[in-house]
């Protein structure tokens, strides 16, 4: 059974940071491009970063770039997100995606609150 599964989400204040975690299971992680994507209310859910499965040439969104790191530890099946200096535009919920076979198979997780607010 495949599972994604986001942890580190919360509550933080402007300027302040939160890693997010996604453990992956029931598929061969390391073969997987991995992703985290946000949607807040009203707005679409939009491609925030992505790793390949080397962890090699990851790709960050405009409106994150040079506040965000993603990484993957693929021992570990694991895939984070380092966010810095959170602004509260920022709030959505962050969901994990894994992408295989060239997009035959795509996995979502449930997703975890990220609120960033004084």
């Known amino acids: 059974q495949v599972q994604l599964v986001e942890s580190g989400g919360g509550l933080v204040q402007p300027g302040g940071s939160l890693r997010l975690s996604c453990a992956a299971s029931g598929f061969t992680f390391s073969n997987y491009v991995m992703s985290w994507h946000r949607q807040a209310p009203g707005k679409e859910r939009e491609l925030v970063s992505r790793i390949l499965p080397t962890g090699s040439n990851s790709y960050y969104a405009d409106s994150m770039k040079g506040r965000v790191t993603i990484s993957r530890d693929n021992a570990k099946n694991t895939v984070y997100l380092q966010m810095n200096s959170l602004k509260p535009e920022d709030t959505a919920v962050y969901y994990c995606?894994?992408?295989?076979?060239?997009?035959?198979?795509?996995?979502w997780g449930q997703g975890t609150q990220v609120t960033v607010s004084s």
């Open positions: 995606n894994a992408k295989g076979d060239w997009g035959r198979y795509d996995y």
